[in-house]
Every structure is written in C-alpha cells, then in structure tokens.
C-alpha cells in the first residue's frame, strides 16, 4: 500500500509500444504478427468460399483460423504488453511534482529510466558502462 508521499508511475500502451519499437527483434515479431494475421485472412476467404484452391479440412479450419489468429495477435503484442505490465514505477511524490513543474510532463522521468537500462524489456542494445 502506498502512503501520499509516493506516487507509481506507469507507461501508457503509447509508450509501450514506442520502447518496444526500439527493440532489436521487433520488426522481426512484427513481420511474424503480420504473415500469421494474412495467413488467417487466407484461412477465413478460403473456408467461407469454398475456393478452390483451399483444402478441404473442414471444422479443421476454424482451429486454424484460431491459431493463427492467436498466434499473430501474441506476436505483435508481447513485447508491449510485456513493458505496459512490467514497468510501474514507485516514485517520491515531492520529485515527481517537481519534475512536472520544471518540464510540464514525466517524459524526463522516462527519458532516465530508458537511458539507465531501467525498462523491463525495454530496448536490448541498453548496457552500462
């Protein structure tokens, strides 16, 4: 339980996204999220129009379409969901204000955890030296 003179601080999805955008492997995860996303839309057009082209699987098809669906969804969004839930941040009250005074925002907050290597899967190419 906090007591009034702390505060915790945690990243919107905006900035989630952004700190997991400078991950080495995200555009990797990204293209995964979005070939398995494409590869249910095929599943779904091919299924729901019997096209040719597609196989004859059929209640097969709405695993699949649920796997891939699934599959893709995780991929995209691991890496943000990962720094939105693992980075609340317990924080001096006093300092916090002070620091919105000064700069009108907390993005100098963020903008020192991010270069002190302090963001749960944050950026990999973070070290200290």
Request: hydrophobic residues 45%; contains cysteine.
């Amino acid at each position: 339980m906090l007591d009034s003179t702390k505060v915790v601080l945690s990243p919107t999805w905006k900035q989630a996204f952004h700190f997991a955008s400078e991950r080495g492997d995200s555009l990797t995860w990204t293209i995964i999220g979005t070939v398995l996303l494409l590869a249910a839309l095929a599943t779904f057009i091919g299924a729901a129009s019997n096209a040719k082209w597609f196989p004859k699987i059929g209640a097969m098809s709405n695993v699949a379409l649920f796997i891939l669906i699934v599959g893709g969804l995780s991929s995209l969004l691991w890496q943000p969901s990962q720094i939105k839930w693992n980075n609340d941040k317990v924080l001096e009250k006093s300092h916090v204000d002070q620091i919105i005074k000064d700069s009108g925002s907390v993005k100098p907050i963020w903008d020192s955890l991010r270069k002190n290597c302090l963001i749960v899967g944050g950026p990999y190419n973070c070290y200290q030296k």
